[in-house]
């Protein structure tokens, strides 16, 4: 199982990126995708996930990010609006089997992760 992860960059607060995650080597429809966000010095942060058309946000993602995926080119994407210089962070998708989870402890499979950097 392959995850890459693309579309960080460098952005001005309030602006916008759209994270993309292309998935081999597994069967896409069967599998919960996640992103998950780790600023330095600090744990890992859930972001978001989604199962088939069921979607979980974590609290700093609620009303400004956008998970969704597309099957037909088994890709997983993250639309971020409206960020915050407190965004900044290296950026993961995840995967795994069977029922969604918030917990980066549960995930099976993991990418490289895609820096965001937001400016103030």
């Known amino acids: 199982v392959q995850l890459q992860a693309s579309g960080g960059g460098l952005v001005q607060a309030g602006g916008s990126l759209r994270l993309s995650c292309a998935a081999s080597g597994l069967t896409f429809n069967s599998y919960a995708l996640g992103w998950f966000r780790q600023a330095p010095g600090k744990e890992r942060e859930f972001v978001a996930a989604i199962k088939w058309s069921v979607v979980y946000y974590g609290d700093s993602a609620k009303g400004r990010f956008t998970i969704s995926r597309d099957n037909a080119k088994n890709t997983v994407y993250l639309q971020m609006n409206s960020l915050r210089p407190e965004d900044t962070a290296v950026y993961y998708c995840?995967?795994?089997?069977?029922?969604?989870?918030?917990?980066?402890?549960?995930?099976?499979?993991w990418g490289q992760g895609t820096l965001v950097t937001v400016s103030s």
């Open positions: 995840a995967a795994r089997r069977g029922v969604t989870t918030t917990q980066a402890t549960y995930m099976e499979y």
